[in-house]
């Protein structure tokens, strides 16, 4: 089992940036590729970003290409989501996620979730 905690989440005018935090605990964190998803209201959760268990290679969805940043710290068992130029249309529950292996995209990929974290952007 692996057990997810997100925090960083807030209320953030449009234009500005937050930071969100995803610490694990229970299997070793490095075994695990990490993913952010997102849900808005009255819509479907959706792909954020992935990071492999080793950093080196990540994949962002093209509506956050360029303005977010997925990293990880195996040593802290943590994953982060630097998130600038933030938009209303980012505002959303974020989630955490881990599953065993390789990169993906799909929620049916990952076997962990998180709580969730809010985010939300004023215009």
């Known amino acids: 089992q692996v057990q997810l905690v997100e925090s960083g989440g807030g209320l953030v005018q449009a234009g500005g940036s937050l930071r969100l935090s995803c610490a694990a605990s229970?299997?070793?964190?490095?075994?695990?590729?990490m993913g952010w998803f997102r849900q808005a209201p009255g819509k479907e959760r959706e792909f954020v970003a992935a990071?492999?268990?080793?950093?080196?290679?990540?994949t962002y969805a093209d509506s956050v290409k360029g303005r977010f940043t997925i990293s990880r710290d195996n040593a802290k068992n943590t994953v982060y989501l630097q998130m600038n130029s933030l938009k209303p249309e980012d505002t959303a529950v974020y989630y955490c996620?881990?599953?065993?292996?390789?990169?993906?995209?799909?929620?049916?990929?990952?076997?962990?979730w998180g709580p969730g974290t809010q985010v939300t952007v004023s215009s």
């Open positions: 996620a881990a599953r065993l292996g390789f990169l993906a995209r799909a929620l049916s990929s990952y076997n962990y």
């Open positions: 229970g299997r070793t964190f490095n075994n695990f590729a």
């Open positions: 990071i492999i268990w080793s950093g080196d290679s990540t």
